[in-house]
């Protein structure tokens, strides 16, 4: 087998437009999506909100990924704190839990 080439097979895209797509073009993407991230889990998550509040962090200031850097981290113990005072998600959650719950009920499948 030695001296052996292995063939090359041909690229194979999932979504070429996306994968395919300049440096810059994929940077401006990534921080377009981060800033909606910030800004829908900002006013739809109490943990959030908090941490952002707490930190002294608008959501706007979150403009690109290396703005995330001015979050602070959350730590494993800041989870177990969030849940004992938030029960059942410690206010992570971005839906209604009667909505998630309802989700759940509608996507189980049965035997």
């Known amino acids: 087998m030695a001296g052996q080439k292995t063939p090359i097979s041909p690229i194979v895209y999932y979504k070429k437009h996306l994968e395919t797509r300049s440096k810059e073009n994929r940077r401006e993407y990534l921080d377009r999506r981060i800033r909606g991230i910030v800004r829908y889990a900002y006013r739809h998550s109490s943990a959030v ?28 113990s800041d989870l177990a704190e969030l849940q004992k005072r ?26």
């Not at 909100?49 to 959350?74: F, S, Y």
């Not at 938030?86 to 035997?111: C, D, I, M, W």
């Open 49 to 76: 909100k908090g941490k952002l509040d707490g930190a002294g962090v608008k959501p706007g200031e979150i403009r690109t990924a290396r703005d995330l850097e001015k979050i602070p981290i959350t730590k494993k």
């Open 86 to 111: 938030y029960p059942p998600f410690g206010g992570l959650e971005t839906v209604p839990v009667q909505k998630s719950a309802q989700n759940l009920r509608l996507t189980r499948t049965h035997p």
